[in-house]
Each structure stands twice: as structure tokens, then as C-alpha cells.
């Protein structure tokens, strides 16, 4: 796992000066190695920091430049070594066994479209052929690894790993937030694939590929094409054996995981992702290690260490457990937000960041269950749709009277929002007077990625908000939060086998006898603890509603209602004062509290992010 930075265009001789530091902000994302290129005209810089885990000698470091082609690449490819053998001529020589070497002869030899599609694992990067004069650019088609771009007046091309190396990269430019995607971040704490909240600068969606080449006038001109990973279809028979079927298939997603050099971790939080991950990487790897979070409050909620133990224990491997507490979060607030570059998807990136320093202590590789829940319908908005659905089926009405008291607020706002609205929506709106006070009154935000008509069938669109929205926030957070660390996260159960297995199975299927991840459950049947399987979803849930208005409420105050924050021009201090009141003296219902905390944090983390950055919000 590494991290990179270039230029590509007329102003790449101008910034050479720049390029040094604008790589040094990648430090954290690659100690092992530092390297950097320029094109012999000077039309393409590309520099790489490399965090050394397939083979670890001198060969595979970055840029490799052989025969005038140049790459650097973030990533990891499982199936380089067969790619070799199938793709490459017999009598190739290779100076060792990495991905990043494999993937440079097959570069040179294929074209992105037949090439790219092929890759199973998770990538972005740059290839330069000096000859043609002519930069591809490209990122994984589930969306794992970021990259960010930036177009200059001049049509130069800056792209990055991390924003942070493009913003040192155009030192004179204006910071602005963008105005869609601050919308977006008011209204629903994230925002759509394809941008990020600084003005001017995107994130490459998904599966696509740039090809890049220097015109007659100098110019840069781009041609941008999509495209989607192939893989065995694998034929399902009936429902009987589907569960077995789902398991065989995880099971080979992990074992491709597990390709390093170096050993091996993995997060285990109590849930049923993380924990099958870790029991079957645990029967093919030696020296793992399991790394848990947990609070230490009134409520058993936030402790999820007995269910950790019982796989760590399941399992044979060790278990650390990382105390979690309000000193971390004073410690650490700024310096989270400064690791995101921008504020999104809620309160756990602060406990991802505090167990991903720990586990960094011990281990460069961690594998990790996202994409389990978005897969396999594990949020409780799945079965409050799936019984607006069926409602009032016979299955329905059972399970509606089984319902948890944690889930009966999803399936209330669902009605809710479709009542109000005439529209299923997909996540709760959070400022919505603000978002559209930001937005402006000739301006149309585009709501499509979070509410949908409900002329249409509700949970086949839930389910590709989570696929297309809601996961690929996270994936974004969790590459930033555990790469600050020098700690590569490898998810598993977001594999290209996977996914087109599970896009062949009916959500309602996935939801066997109205569970979340019903199916998911029977496929670990006899794998794991039933305790685990019969518990109740949690989600790595963090206490910051107890500290805002207890250990934290003195430190929330003064950031938030102190000195001229550039936070009132967009919303009154004593609209601030208020909030942060009735969050203090008003108690409400569970849901309703985790709410209002929801919206302290994302005010914290506007001040901080547009103070660190020197962003202008309005």
C-alpha cells in the first residue's frame, strides 16, 4: 500500500519546484521508500512513497521506470502472479515476485480496456509511455482506493492519493467548499461519488480509466471511459444450497486477502463481518493478530469485548483490546479531521483512527469487514423497508412484532419520509435549513443518490444507495483514517467475486426469515459463536452523545461558541448555544439522541476542517 502524486500537462515544469514537499505530505502513506520521475520534455512528474508488504526488496519500489515507461500505483493485485502466466510472454524476465512489477509488463503490453477489467484486487494509478507521450490514469471498479484530480485554466492535470498533495501543489488558489457537495454533507453527511468538498477538485469514480495526451496547441486533452471488473459467474442452484455457496465464495475472497510478505492482522469488533473475516483467515495464516475497540460506560452497548473474545478465542489467535476515552478524542479531534482532508460519514472514523494507531503498532496489514452490511442487507433500514414492502404479509406482521426497540426509529422515519415526501428516503436529513440556506434559491441540488420516487420498488434502490453512496464514504474514511498510520486495510468481503455473486440474489432473499443478513447468518452457521449471530447490530457504536454533554461539553463549548469561528457564516452562535443546551438539559429517545450528537459532530468537524485548511464555507 503506497501513495502517490503527479503532474501532467504545461504547468509540470513550473511545479517541479513544488513536487518535493507536495510528496513529502504522502510521508505517512509509504515509509519504506521515496521516489520521484520526470519526463524527459518535462511534460509528467510522478513521485510514490511505498509501504512495503509484496516483496520487500528494492525491486519493487515505485516509480518503475523501464524502457521510457514509467508507473506508480496504490493497491494491491491478488491475481497478478496468474496474470503473469496468462497475459505475459513465456520468456519474460522479472527482477522479483510484486504486483507492481507484474502490473507494469502487462501495461506495456495490453490496452487499459482489455487489461484493466481483469484485476482483482484494489488499485489506482498512473502509467506514463514517454513516446506516446501519453498519462493513464486509473482507480479500482468498487472504489477501495482513492484518487483525486484537479484540471488547472491550463488544462495540466494534478492527481494524488490524497488531497493534501494537491493543495500543495496550487498554493495560490482559492480554498473554497464546494457548494453541491456542502449541501450534500448538511443535508445527509455525506455526498455522492465523483467529488469532495473542496471546489475544483474531484474523486475519480469507480472503474474508470483517463487517457491523457499532449495536443498540437500543448494542451492537455483527456478521454474518460468506465469500466467493469470481469469475473466467474458462478451459477447458483436452488435456496437450499445457496448459503454454502455464499460461504465458498467468501472464503476465496479471503484467501487472495492474505497475499504479504509481512504479517497479517484483523480488526474483530463484535460484529459478524470482521469476525467471520478473522476465523477464516485464521485457518490459513500463522501469527495473526485480532484488534477490538471498546468504552468504558454505564451502558453494556458500547463494550462489544465479550463477543470479540469469544472468536478471538474460537479462533486461537490474540486478542488487543484498545480502550477508547474522551482524553483520545481531545488528543486527537484535529488531527482526525486533518487525516480525512474532509469531514464525512459520521462518529466512527474517531474510533477507526484510535484502534488503527494501536493496531499500526503491531501490524503494516489489517483485513477488515466492510462491505459485508451493504452486501448482505445489515442495516436496520433494510427491514423497515422490506416491511413497507410486504406489509401486511403474514411474514411481515411476524416480524414486525419481533422488531428491536433499536430498529423500530428506522422503520418510523421511513414511514415518515415517504408519507411527507412521496419518496423513500435513504438516510435521515440532518440540516436540511441549512443545507438549502448554503445552496441558494436559483441553485437545484441534485437529491437522486438519496431519495428516490416511490413509484419505484423500494429496496432494490436502498440497496444501490448503500453499493453506490453509503459504502464508498466509508471506503474513503477508512483508507485515510488507517493510511495515516502506515496500515493497510484489506476488505475481503468487498471482492469482485462477491459482489456480482450477491447482485444475482434478491434482497429479500438476503433478509431470510425478515433477519438482517439473514442469509449471511445461515451461511456461519456452526463457523461462529451463536451468541454473536443471535446479538443484536451494533456497529462499532461510539458514546460521543455521554461526552458531549458530560466530559466533553467544557472542550465542545470552546470550540464551538469561542473566539469568530468561521462557522457563523453559515449558522448563529446562539443557534449553536441552543443546541448544545438542549442537548444538556433535554433528554430524548435513543435514536433521536445519537441524532442531535450527530449534529454537534458535524459542526466540530466544519470548524476544525475550514480552520485547518483555511476553507471559506460561505
Not at 97 to 113: C, G, I, P, V
Not at 120 to 134: I, P
Not at 424 to 435: G, H, I, N
Request: proline share 6%; net charge negative.
Amino acid at each position: 500500500m503506497c501513495g502517490f502524486v503527479g503532474v501532467f500537462g504545461p504547468s509540470a515544469e513550473r511545479l517541479k519546484t513544488l513536487f518535493p514537499e507536495a510528496l513529502s505530505r504522502l510521508a505517512h502513506r509509504g515509509p519504506n521508500a521515496e521516489g520521484a520521475y520526470t519526463s524527459p520534455e518535462s511534460l509528467c512528474l510522478l513521485g510514490h512513497r511505498r509501504l512495503s508488504i509484496v516483496d520487500l526488496s528494492d525491486s519493487a519500489n515505485q516509480p518503475l521506470i523501464r524502457q521510457g515507461r514509467a508507473l506508480v500505483y496504490n493497491g494491491e493485485i491478488y491475481n497478478h502472479l496468474a496474470l503473469r502466466q496468462s497475459h505475459l510472454p513465456a520468456g519474460q524476465t522479472y527482477a522479483g515476485h510484486s504486483d507492481t512489477e507484474s502490473l507494469f509488463h502487462l501495461l506495456s503490453q495490453h490496452s487499459a480496456e482489455r487489461l484493466l477489467p481483469e484485476l482483482v484486487g484494489m488499485f489506482a494509478g498512473a502509467f506514463y509511455d514517454e513516446e506516446r507521450r501519453q498519462l493513464l490514469l486509473f482507480r479500482d471498479s468498487l472504489g477501495i482506493k482513492p484518487l483525486y484530480l484537479l484540471e488547472l485554466a491550463d488544462s495540466t492535470l494534478i492527481f494524488a492519493s490524497e488531497l493534501r498533495a494537491i493543495l500543495a501543489l496550487t498554493p495560490d488558489l482559492p480554498r473554497r467548499a464546494d457548494t453541491e457537495s456542502l449541501f450534500q454533507y448538511l443535508m445527509f453527511e455525506n455526498w455522492p461519488q465523483g467529488r469532495s468538498l473542496f471546489s475544483g477538485i474531484r474523486l475519480v469514480e469507480p472503474g474508470t480509466f483517463i487517457l491523457a495526451e499532449q495536443a498540437v496547441d500543448g494542451r492537455c486533452q483527456t478521454c474518460w471511459q468506465r469500466f467493469m471488473a470481469k469475473t466467474p459467474e458462478a451459477a447458483l442452484s436452488d435456496g437450499l444450497h445457496l448459503p454454502a455457496q455464499v460461504l465458498e465464495t467468501i472464503e476465496q475472497s479471503v484467501q487472495a486477502h492474505l497475499m504479504s510478505d509481512v504479517p497479517l492482522g484483523s480488526y474483530l469488533s463484535g460484529g459478524i463481518d470482521s469476525s467471520l473475516v478473522t476465523m477464516l483467515a485464521s485457518r490459513s495464516v500463522s501469527g495473526l493478530v485480532g484488534f477490538t475497540g471498546y468504552f468504558q460506560t454505564k451502558e453494556d452497548w458500547y463494550d462489544e469485548r465479550p463477543l470479540s473474545r469469544l472468536v478471538a478465542q474460537k479462533a486461537n489467535i490474540p486478542l488487543v483490546e484498545v480502550e477508547i476515552t474522551p482524553q483520545h478524542f481531545s488528543a486527537h479531534f484535529d488531527q482526525l479531521i486533518s487525516v480525512l482532508e474532509e469531514p464525512r460519514m459520521g462518529m466512527g472514523s474517531f474510533s477507526q483512527f484510535v484502534v488503527a494507531q494501536e493496531a499500526a503498532r503491531h501490524r503494516k496489514v489489517i483485513l477488515a469487514g466492510h462491505g459485508g452490511d451493504e452486501l448482505f442487507a445489515g442495516y436496520p433500514l433494510f427491514k423497515a423497508f422490506w416491511l413497507l414492502q410486504t406489509f401486511p404479509s403474514g411474514q411481515a406482521l411476524g416480524s414486525l412484532f419481533r422488531l428491536k426497540a433499536k430498529e423500530w426509529p428506522w422503520l418510523v422515519d421511513a414511514l415518515l419520509g415517504r408519507l411527507r415526501t412521496g419518496q423513500f428516503r435513504f438516510a435521515p436529513q440532518l440540516y436540511a435549513d441549512l443545507a438549502w440556506q448554503v445552496m441558494g434559491k436559483d441553485m437545484e441540488p441534485d437529491l437522486s443518490a438519496f431519495q428516490k420516487p416511490q413509484t419505484d420498488v423500494p429496496l432494490t434502490l436502498l440497496n444501490q444507495y448503500y453499493l453506490d453512496t453509503y459504502l464508498p464514504g466509508l471506503l474513503v474514511v477508512e483508507d485515510k483514517v488507517s493510511m495515516a498510520h502506515s496500515l493497510e486495510t484489506r476488505i475481503p468481503l468487498w471482492s469482485q467475486s462477491l459482489y456480482q455473486q450477491m447482485q444475482t440474489i434478491p434482497i429479500g432473499a438476503k433478509l431470510y426469515q425478515g433477519l438482517l443478513k439473514g442469509l449471511l447468518k445461515q451461511a456461519c452457521r456452526g463457523l461462529l459463536p451463536d451468541e454473536l449471530l443471535n446479538a443484536p447490530k451494533r456497529g462499532f457504536p461510539t458514546p460521543l452523545r455521554h461526552w458531549f454533554r458530560d466530559e466533553l461539553r467544557e472542550e465542545v463549548e470552546q470550540r464551538l461558541l469561542d473566539g469568530n469561528s468561521t462557522l457563523y457564516h453559515l449558522i448563529a452562535r446562539d443557534k449553536i448555544a441552543k443546541l448544545l443546551r438542549e442537548h444538556r438539559t433535554m433528554p430524548l429517545p435513543f435514536a433521536l439522541d445519537e441524532r442531535r450528537a450527530h449534529r454537534i459532530w458535524m459542526l466540530l468537524c466544519l470548524e476544525s476542517w475550514s480552520r485547518q485548511f483555511q476553507v471559506e464555507l460561505a
